[in-house]
């Protein structure tokens, strides 16, 4: 069994970062591939961005590459998702999520964290 909290979230305006963490319990972490998506009001949920097992593979919608860079630290037990140029549409709340056999952002996902709202002014 693995939780997973969010944090980071907030208000900030168009241009702007912010820093999303995602911390994970257990011991098992680093056996996880980890993604992060995220749904905007009266839409469905999408993806953002995975990262593998071990950091060295990642990938990204293409909404917010060269915008957003996800990271993890295994000794930590934690995923980032820094965002940068923020822009009013990526308001939304996002979600971290653990995948024990996926080796792609496809997934399937086995644990979900509760969310943690972006609100991007403009």
């Known amino acids: 069994q693995v939780q997973l909290v969010e944090s980071g979230g907030g208000l900030v305006q168009a241009g702007g970062s912010l820093r999303l963490s995602c911390a994970a319990s257990g011991r098992t972490f680093s056996s996880y591939s980890m993604g992060w998506f995220r749904r905007a009001p009266g839409k469905e949920r999408e993806f953002v961005a995975f990262?593998?097992?071990?950091?060295?593979?990642?990938s990204y919608s293409d909404s917010v590459k060269d915008r957003f860079t996800i990271s993890r630290d295994n000794a930590k037990n934690t995923v980032y998702l820094q965002m940068n140029s923020l822009k009013p549409e990526d308001t939304a709340v996002y979600y971290c999520?653990?995948?024990?056999?996926?080796?792609?952002?496809?997934?399937?996902?086995?644990?979900w964290g509760q969310g943690t709202q972006v609100t991007v002014s403009s």
């Open positions: 990262i593998s097992k071990s950091g060295s593979g990642t």
């Open positions: 999520a653990a995948s024990l056999y996926s080796t792609t952002f496809r997934g399937p996902y086995d644990y």
